[in-house]
């Protein structure tokens, strides 16, 4: 059965957010690890900076393997 084009963005959304929530978390524990101090505000734009790109290639990506499906 084919995945719909909403049902890909549903994906890579949740996919994202996933990942996001994942990558603060990361930036929480290194950062510290390599002298780098930021508060939980810069942590959370540093991870936005990249929430659209993430989404962007989660969803291209999904419509890409699709077709060659």
């Known amino acids: ?3 719909s084009r909403i049902m890909s963005m549903v994906e890579a ?5 996933v990942g996001y ?3 603060i978390a ?3 524990v290194v950062f510290p690890l390599f ?9 959370m734009t540093i991870g ?3 929430v659209g790109v993430s989404l962007a290639r ?3 990506l999904r ?3 699709e077709f060659w499906r």
């Open 35 to 43: 002298g780098i101090e930021t508060g939980l505000a810069e942590h």
């Open 63 to 65: 419509r890409l393997f």
């Open 1 to 3: 059965m084919k995945q």
């Open 21 to 23: 929530v994942l990558a």
């Open 13 to 17: 959304a949740t996919n994202v957010v």
């Open 58 to 60: 989660g969803y291209l």
């Open 26 to 28: 990361t930036q929480i």
């Open 48 to 50: 936005l900076a990249f």
